[in-house]
């Protein structure tokens, strides 16, 4: 259920979501409150889980991390049992970035950074087709990232 924001709530969001090494000073000083009003509607926002956490945003170049792949996986057979114990695997793999689930032809959509396409050839052969739900797996490679900024539309 969506939490009650009000506009300057929003604005702190936008303003973290812009950089958020900000200081409650700082985004005061961006958004007209004081740092202490900063402070209380940052806390209640973490605590009503609209802040989930924050983190340093890398870059997979700089970190020899060069191929992206987005992984499409089809299960052989439809249990619980065998989602979670795919779901176990895949959100233990540091090289998934993303998974979700989805609805058509594909039942999971995974974006795996590597550093080169062996690493890639390792996780598709020796990690997501021997599993034992696994049916199918495809693979796109992104020749050229346009856009990845992972900001939410905020209104």
Known sequence: MPVALDGFDLKLLAVLQENAAFTNQEIGQRISLSASQVSRRRQRLEKEGVIRRYRADLSPDALGLTVT??????????????????????????????????????????????????????IINDELLPHEAVQNVRSSIAMETLKDDNLLPLE
Do not use: I
């Not at 779901?87 to 795996?112: I, S």
């Open 69 to 122: 792949a987005f992984v499409g996986v089809t299960l052989g057979a439809h249990s619980r049992e065998n989602a979670r114990k795919f779901r176990l695997m895949v959100t233990a793999m540091p090289e998934v970035q993303e998974a979700h689930t989805l609805t058509g032809d594909v039942d999971y959509m995974l974006k795996v950074v590597v550093k080169d396409l062996k690493a890639l050839s390792r």
